[in-house]
């Protein structure tokens, strides 16, 4: 069977069989990809405005662009949307929503851009939205640290070296060790933020975009600090997603990561148990 052309899939033009569900399958990423849907939408919103100051769109047209992809935000945010078994990923059911419901005039909202430049561009978006999160929720453990450590100055603990005894050391120090090693994640994340904080869209697929599309007013539009310089490897480039995977010292991006709190608490627990062991043998009553 062809494929229809109403079908947003991106393979198939020239197949006259639909492929083997096991293929089917594999190409759809809908369950991984859906958490893009906003940074889809406003990338796409961005897009439509820069196609409309290109003179590609009029502002009548931009306009009913940008409100439909609201109606779509919101319908993501509500749950009422549907999804069809052609709907491979977040952006082919963001694209078919869109011309549902302003027709031909959605399908122009691709002009000059490719699928390429516009996944990197959303996962560079998700990324930076994920890190700022992160951020925000490592600074208030560092924060309660510090207001505990505060607390608690001058009071003694054992310090730990080898899970053996080795020194009396302050219960304060002991915990901002643990604030100080978040805020060293901080820091990495901040640099992974700023190195990946480029925008490629207005790449294309790989050639660049030739219709005079302003990416200096498109990066600045989306909070980006500059654009990619080469196209080629603006869209093949996904050295930002590994660095972010082989930051294993992540606490909150992945349940499975937790490694630095883990610490924190494996290190109290152990120090809780072997103070209630001292504890209680040197009160116990001989009878």
């Known amino acids: 069977?062809?494929?229809?052309?109403?079908?947003?899939?991106?393979?198939?033009?020239?197949f006259s069989e639909k492929p083997s569900e096991a293929l089917q399958a594999l190409n759809i990423s809908l369950p991984y990809d859906s958490r893009l849907y906003?940074?889809?939408?406003?990338?796409?919103?961005?897009?439509?405005?820069?196609?409309?100051?290109?003179?590609?769109?009029?502002?009548?047209?931009?306009?009913?662009?940008?409100?439909?992809?609201?109606?779509?935000?919101?319908?993501?945010?509500?749950?009422t949307i549907k999804f069809l078994p052609t709907d491979e990923d977040v952006h082919?059911?963001?694209e078919r929503l869109l011309v549902e419901i302003t027709g031909e005039l959605g399908q122009r909202l691709h002009t000059g851009r490719s699928r390429n430049?516009?996944?990197v561009t959303d996962m560079?978006?998700?990324?930076?939205?994920?890190?700022?999160?992160?951020?925000?929720?490592?600074?208030?453990v560092i924060e309660s640290a510090v207001k505990q450590a505060e607390v608690h100055l001058g009071v003694l603990m054992p310090g730990y070296t080898h899970m053996q005894r080795a020194q009396p050391v302050q219960f304060s120090h002991w915990l901002l060790s643990h604030a100080f090693a978040l805020r060293e994640d901080c820091l990495r994340l901040v640099e992974l933020r700023d190195r990946a904080n480029v925008?490629?869209?207005?790449?294309?697929a790989l050639a660049g975009n030739p219709l005079g599309i302003d990416r200096l007013w498109l990066a600045e539009r989306l909070g980006f600090s500059g654009v990619t310089a080469n196209s080629m490897h603006a869209v093949g480039d996904r050295d930002f997603v590994v660095n972010l995977n082989r930051s294993k010292w992540?606490?909150?991006?992945?349940?499975?990561?937790?490694?630095?709190?883990?610490?924190?608490?494996?290190?109290?627990?152990?120090?809780?148990?072997?103070?209630?062991?001292?504890?209680?043998?040197?009160?116990?009553?001989?009878?």
């Open 1 to 14: 069977m062809a494929t229809s052309k109403n079908s947003y899939q991106l393979w198939g033009g020239r």
């Open 117 to 119: 430049d516009q996944v």
């Open 38 to 79: 906003a940074d889809d939408l406003d990338a796409s919103k961005a897009y439509a405005e820069a196609l409309q100051r290109a003179g590609y769109l009029n502002t009548a047209e931009a306009d009913k662009l940008v409100k439909s992809l609201e109606l779509i935000r919101y319908d993501w945010i509500e749950r």
């Open 92 to 94: 082919t059911v963001n």
């Open 199 to 204: 925008l490629p869209l207005g790449s294309g």
């Open 124 to 140: 560079k978006l998700w990324l930076r939205r994920g890190i700022r999160e992160t951020l925000g929720r490592l600074s208030r």
């Open 250 to 287: 992540i606490g909150f991006l992945s349940a499975d990561r937790r490694l630095r709190i883990g610490r924190l608490f494996r290190q109290g627990i152990m120090i809780r148990s072997c103070c209630t062991r001292y504890w209680n043998r040197e009160h116990t009553t001989v009878l």
